[in-house]
Nanobody, 126 residues
Framework: QVQLAESGGGLVQAGGSLRLSCVNSGSSFYGYVMGWFRQAPGQRREFIAAITWAARNTRYADSVKGRFTISRDDGENTVYLQMNSLKPEDTALYYC???????????????????WGQGTQVTVSA
């Protein structure tokens, strides 16, 4: 069973960058799809990005395409989210999630993911 913990959040000015990390301290996430979601106060959890095993395929929400990059280091059991050109509307609690489904097309549905971290806060000031 994977156990996920996010880090790297913080306060940044608009136009700045942050790199989020998600470390798995449980069993290997061999074969897992890994995803990032975010949730702002009073809003639904929103898909941001996902990456399949061995980084063969990635998928992004339109709102972050071209600004965010997801990557994974399976040897280090870590997934990353590089966030550039941040905007105030990117402010949210960011979650890492794992999906055991063997697939070439990562899911954008939160209900598909089996394990979640506690989240890391990202705040972007205008």
């Amino acid at each position: 069973q994977v156990q996920l913990a996010e880090s790297g959040g913080g306060l940044v000015q608009a136009g700045g960058s942050l790199r989020l990390s998600c470390v798995n301290s449980g069993s290997s996430f061999y074969g897992y799809v890994m995803g990032w979601f975010r949730q702002a106060p009073g809003q639904r959890r929103e898909f941001i990005a996902a990456i399949t095993w061995a980084a063969r395929n990635t998928r992004y929400a339109d709102s972050v395409k071209g600004r965010f990059t997801i990557s994974r280091d399976d040897g280090e059991n870590t997934v990353y989210l590089q966030m550039n050109s941040l905007k105030p509307e990117d402010t949210a609690l960011y979650y890492c999630a794992a999906d055991r489904t063997l697939t070439a097309v990562p899911s954008i549905r939160a209900s598909t993911y089996d394990a979640w971290g506690q989240g890391t806060q990202v705040t972007v000031s205008a």
